[in-house]
T-cell receptor, first 113, second 115 residues
Framework: ELKVEQNPLFLSMQEGKNYTIYCNYS?????LYWYRQDPGKSLESLFV?????AVKQEGRLMASLDTKARLSTLHITAAVHDLSATYFC?????????????FGKGTTLSVSS | GAVVSQHPSWVICKSGTSVKIECRSL??????MFWYRQFPKQSLMLMATSNEGSKATYEQGVEKDKFLINHASLTLSTLTVTSAHPEDSSFYIC???????????FGPGTRLTVT
């Protein structure tokens, strides 16, 4: 069965502290995507990870991919209020172009001062 | 980056009526488009995959006679919810991908409320 599991599902963060979201997957494809969703909005693409050991960083967010462990992490450095949102990881259903995505359940982040 | 639009952004309709949602790729040719549905506080669930000029492929549990998908051109796919019921109220999001492209580009979504 194709699965994408995220944890935690909810994360209450304090400003200035570091946190990590984990994404485990069981599909045959090793392309991993991270998205951000604000309330009432669609998805905003954050990172596309295409190979084992891939690491990408944008601002306070850093994503990495370990295809052997079928694990991706999204690391948050020194959380700020603007990062409050729901974050989804997703993987391709199949290892080919033009395939649909399977999404994790999402991790809702809330940053407080 | 590639842009995908959806219209309308929100719609309210009465139970039993039909509503059409459009998904357009504005600056690229979308060989494949996907329709997802998202209920409140839940994740996105794939409803169907449509390729230009072909019949859509529906996911298990999605009624193809209720959710009509037409991908008539390389820039337009439509989703028609027929005989809508309150349980069809949801956030419908389309995405599109080009030839030989892995990345999907998401539309802004359409919020459907059936009263």
């Amino acid at each position: 069965e194709l699965k994408v599991e995220q944890n935690p599902l909810f994360l209450s963060m304090q400003e200035g502290k570091n946190y990590t979201i984990y994404c485990n997957y069981s599909t045959t494809s090793d392309r991993l995507y991270w998205y951000r969703q604000d309330p009432g909005k669609s998805l905003e693409s954050l990172f596309v990870l295409l190979s084992n050991g891939a690491v990408k960083q944008e601002g306070r967010l850093m994503a990495s991919l370990d295809t052997k462990a079928r694990l991706s992490t999204l690391h948050i450095t020194a959380a700020v209020h603007d990062l409050s949102a729901t974050y989804f990881c997703a993987v391709d259903m199949e290892d080919q172009a033009g395939t649909a995505l399977i999404f994790g359940k999402g991790t809702t982040l809330s940053v407080s001062s | 980056g590639a842009v995908v639009s959806q219209h309308p952004s929100w719609v309210i309709c009465k139970s039993g009526t039909s509503v059409k949602i459009e998904c357009r790729s504005l600056d690229f040719q979308a060989t494949t488009m996907f329709w997802y549905r998202q209920f409140p506080k839940q994740s996105l669930m794939l409803m169907a995959t449509s390729n230009e000029g072909s019949k859509a492929t529906y996911e298990q549990g999605v009624e193809k006679d209720k959710f009509l998908i037409n991908h008539a051109s390389l820039t337009l796919s439509t989703l028609t919810v027929t005989s809508a019921h309150p349980e069809d109220s949801s956030f419908y999001i389309c995405s599109a991908t080009g030839t030989y492209s892995y990345e999907q580009y998401f539309g802004p979504g359409t919020r459907l409320t059936v009263t």
